[in-house]
């Protein structure tokens, strides 16, 4: 889809927070928690990551390799992705939160 608009000229990017931060780990959460998964295990003693950690971070490697990254994806922070999307050349991060569901 994001590979169609660009050649049409329109807005096509997904702005979401990629830089190194809390911010990426907030969206590799969210992602893992949108696949029934979670970071820890219900008494949270240790790691429980499994499956849904696996689609979380498939689900981020390809954005970053598609048509709709922003070239500056490992630098996003809320700012940019603010700014990004208030000139209209962006779309929504919601639309990575519903691929997961896919």
């Known amino acids: 889809m994001a590979g169609a608009l660009a050649r049409q000229g329109k807005p096509h990017f997904v702005e979401i927070q ?3 931060y809390e911010g990426l780990t907030v969206w590799f ?4 928690n949108s696949a029934g998964g979670s970071i820890l295990n219900a008494t949270a003693t240790e ?8 689609r979380a971070a498939g689900i981020m490697r390809d954005l970053a390799k598609s048509p709709a ?13 603010r700014l ?3 000139s209209g050349w962006r779309r929504s991060s919601s639309t990575t939160r519903s ?3 896919r």
């Open 69 to 81: 990254a922003d070239p500056s994806l490992s630098n996003q922070m809320e700012d940019q992705n």
């Open 84 to 86: 990004a999307m208030e």
């Open 47 to 54: 790691p429980s990551l499994g499956p849904p950690a696996v």
């Open 29 to 32: 959460n969210t992602l893992i």
């Open 18 to 20: 990629g830089a190194q």
């Open 99 to 101: 691929s997961i569901r």
